[in-house]
Nanobody, 114 residues
Framework: QVRLVESGGGLVQPGGSLRLHCAAS????????MSWYRQAPGKERELVAT????????NYPDSVKGRFTISRDNAKNTINLQMNSLKAEDTAMYYC???????WGQGTQVTVSS
């Protein structure tokens, strides 16, 4: 059974940084593309970043390009999302998924506020 557990969210001031983690289990992690999505209150879910099985980073939207970096560790079955220069509009629940939104974790809240 696929299990995705996110952590690392929290409250951070504008301009600050956070690093999100996703621990994966229940499937052959090293063969799967993985993604991060986010959803802010009253808004649609947004794809934030995707990384394929070989570690190529894909699909950064303009809203996070140059500030967010996705990475993976196939030995530890984890993916990470390094978020720098955070803005208030980055406030959302962040979700780890297999593929492009196939299976989902429970999410971790990121709040950017002074």
């Amino acid at each position: 059974q696929v299990r995705l557990v996110e952590s690392g969210g929290g409250l951070v001031q504008p301009g600050g940084s956070l690093r999100l983690h996703c621990a994966a289990s229940g499937f052959t992690f090293r063969t799967r593309t993985m993604s991060w999505y986010r959803q802010a209150p009253g808004k649609e879910r947004e794809l934030v970043a995707t990384i394929n099985a070989w570690g190529a980073e894909l699909n950064y939207p303009d809203s996070v390009k140059g500030r967010f970096t996705i990475s993976r560790d196939n030995a530890k079955n984890t993916i990470n999302l390094q978020m720098n220069s955070l803005k208030a509009e980055d406030t959302a629940m962040y979700y780890c998924t297999t593929g492009l939104g196939q299976e989902w974790g429970q999410g971790t809240q990121v709040t950017v506020s002074s």
